[in-house]
């Protein structure tokens, strides 16, 4: 059974940072590395939108609009793990992020907007607020 366990929420200023982690259980290190990555956010009223993607062999990485030039993706595969380094974060970041990984065959496939609808495991998700 694979599980997805999201960490490193909290409350900060604006302009602040976080960084967030996603702990990956049920998988072996080769089949991790099968694993489309990403993080999705969803803010009260809204719909959960992608926020960034990485793929199985780590060497593509996707970013929504909103957030490049200040979020970071990565991945570690012998800790099978994920996270998100969130920088000079904005009142309109604040939402619950989710961790979600989708098996591709392809290990440069995975495709931000895909992967909503996409993905086969979720994390019950992390808050994330932010003030001005």
């Known amino acids: 059974q694979v599980q997805l366990v999201e960490s490193g929420g909290g409350s900060v200023q604006a302009g602040g940072s976080l960084r967030l982690s996603c702990a990956v259980s049920g998988v072996t290190r080769y089949t991790y590395s099968n694993y489309c990555m990403g993080w999705l956010r969803q803010a009260p009223g809204k719909e959960r939108e992608g926020v960034a993607s990485i793929s199985p062999g780590g060497r593509l990485a996707y970013l929504a609009d909103s957030v490049k030039g200040r979020f970071t993706i990565s991945r570690d595969v012998a800790k099978n793990t994920l996270s998100l380094q969130m920088n000079s974060l904005q009142p309109e970041d604040t939402a619950k992020y989710y961790c979600?990984?989708?098996?591709?065959?392809?290990?440069?496939?995975?495709?931000?907007?895909?992967?909503?609808?996409?993905?086969?495991?979720w994390g019950q998700g992390t808050q994330v607020t932010v003030s001005s």
């Open positions: 979600a990984a989708a098996f591709r065959t392809n290990s440069d496939t995975c495709i931000l907007r895909e992967l909503p609808g996409t993905a086969d495991y």
